[in-house]
């Protein structure tokens, strides 16, 4: 059964969980791999010194031999994830779908977008990753690259309009974003070594144009819903729907809007144009639903435990609004499901 996602990154009050990478860091502790990568923060690799290529979260690259028996839990990043194939064949799963990826294969992937890598365990294969950080946490907010991001202007505009404007997480690789990341797997092993940080940074920009490249030749449209205030609020819709460990924090209307970036009125219309309802009228009935499920599952767990860990405050608030929802109360409803 695949893992909960758990926190993704910390936004104003909301606490979201980043990718944990446990199922990787036990393949490398036992060897089922051989891994090097460099990291700013928490992700496995050699730590770089904070104002080495800032902005980098991680880039490394892994050699899978042989079938694996592990996969990547279902996770998001800080940044963009760039991923390339170089050899192999495995699923990727992006947003619920499934994706094959096989070699010469690379894909990308958003802050906003839950994915994975094996179904359930990745393949045999030589895999690069660049996570690079953005500023950026929901669909709407402006792009900031790091300032040894060295494009052009308008080729740097027009990649972040495609990155923005395209969800499609995979491509076919061209060489030149084959050829930039085989040069900096040796400095990723040897960074200390003369000019191997310089070497690093011309790497990365050749790979960023290369993308550019790839991306003008294969992408065919631009959505700019996918962009819009709109599309921030659904994905945060779907992700308290998505994520029950999200349900019992201290959520108001001010703090919802605030997650999303923009004021209580904006919110609240594109969560009643989404829902029909009120954003707190929504977050209760995911609550009362996922409560529901509790009471199916463990009907043993007390009727007030399960009302605090659905974030309501006291069991007589919760068994009103429960009874309002489902025509009982929760101790009749976990009868019912018990007898029938």
Known sequence: MKSRPGPIYRTGHAAYGIDRCL?????IE???????ALTHGHYPGSALARDVLPGLSSIGFWDARGP???????????????????????????????HPIRAGHFTVTRPWQLHTLGDPNIG????????LDVGVRRPSQEWRWPRWVLLAKPDL????????????????????????FRGIAPCITDIRSPGAISRTLILLNQLLLGILDAL??????????????????????????ANPSSLDGPWTLQRMARHCGMGVTAFTEHCHAITNTSPMEHLNRCRLDHAARILRAEPQRPITDIAIACGFGSSQYFATRFRRRFRCSPRSFRKAQRDG
């Open 157 to 180: 505009a027009e990649l972040t309009r495609k990155l923005r404007g395209c969800e499609h997480p995979v491509w076919s690789a061209t060489p030149d974003i084959a050829a930039a």
């Open 30 to 36: 036992r060897h089922k791999i051989q891994f090097h």
């Open 216 to 241: 003008r030749a294969q992408q065919s449209s631009h959505d700019p819903a996918l962009t819009s205030r709109h599309r921030t609020v659904e994905l945060f819709l779907r992700d308290i729907e």
């Open 124 to 131: 045999p294969g030589r895999l690069y990753w660049l996570i």
């Open 68 to 98: 694996q028996d592990w996969g990547l839990e279902p996770h998001r990043n800080e940044g963009i994830e760039i991923v390339f194939l170089e050899t192999g064949a495995m699923t990727f799963t992006v947003d619920r779908r499934r």
């Open 23 to 27: 199922p990787q860091r036990r393949a």
